[in-house]
């Protein structure tokens, strides 16, 4: 079919608009990449943009010195696993169950779940109450209290509304149970919403810190988001301190290349990248996965 020249107008105005979001939105991460490979000295002087102008690896070199790191980022890396999947696991058993048209008291259940999202217990009941659970520093602490998630639930459970019927009175026909049936039939077509789903509570894993910053105090359960704040915390209070110490002296034979703006954007990459990478892998299941909760309720 041949195209008009307002179809091609349109598709120039639509692409342009689509490639200025694009670089909108990308540019902001480009140049906090470019400026973590940048001397720090250079970089307060202004003016890097798309390129490194005086290339260093001394703000990764300050970031990565401190021995904690490594072992932050497994337990990071064991969060993020662990917690994605029991909580993708016990989310969606609890939304199989809410789906189901003969579960007595749904809508109650349903009531509860929802005040949930509007109203929480505080600060410092929660703290008594994990500490009455004697999940204070442990690794639990970071992964039990956010074990379901309502609002994942409710995606789920809209899913699971909108599988056939068939498929279930199939699975009873051949003797199944809502254990079997669940694990056999409903989950192994539940691909998007699980994929989508486990990115949205790993990112979520990744970049959760507070709750760690209170509940544990071992130096060995910190996860890697609070190792880099304490990172950053300790070069601002070297450039605030009076007092020449040895600590100070050493970070003021490296202040040409190294400023707290410089550990500010290589500690953002090492806690970025990594799990930017996830994306790509599950970039397919996004559009099914996202839109699940638009099509049924």
Known sequence: MKRSLEDNIIDIVVYGILLLLAIVTL????????????????????????????????????????????????????????????????????????????????????????????????????????????????????????????????????????????????????????????????????????????????VGHWNSWFDASIYISNQKLLPLQVILNQTIQSILSFESSTVISATKQEFLQNAQSVTHKSVVMATTMVATIPIVMVYPFVQKYFVKGVLVGSLKE
């Open 27 to 202: 540019y902001p991460f480009w140049n906090s990449l470019v400026l973590s490979f940048n001397a720090g000295n250079d970089t307060a002087a202004g003016g890097v943009t798309i390129w490194p102008r005086e290339f260093t690896l001394e703000n990764y070199k300050y970031v990565f010195k401190d021995a904690r790191l490594v072992n932050a980022f497994w337990i990071t890396v064991a969060r993020t696993v662990t917690g994605t999947v029991l909580s993708i696991l016990f989310t969606a058993m609890f939304a199989y169950a809410m789906s189901r048209r003969g579960l007595i008291g749904k809508k109650f259940y349903m009531i509860l779940c929802v005040i949930t999202m509007y109203f929480s217990g505080g600060l410092i009941p929660s703290y008594l109450l994990i500490k009455d659970l004697h999940l204070m520093n442990t690794f639990w602490v970071m992964v039990i209290p956010g074990l379901i998630s309502v609002w994942n639930m409710i995606i789920f459970r809209t899913f699971f509304l909108g599988l056939p019927d068939g498929l279930e009175e199939s699975a009873r026909i051949d003797g199944c149970n809502h254990i079997n049936t669940f694990f056999r039939i409903v989950l192994p077509v539940s691909g998007p919403v699980i994929a989508t789903l486990s990115l949205f509570t790993a």
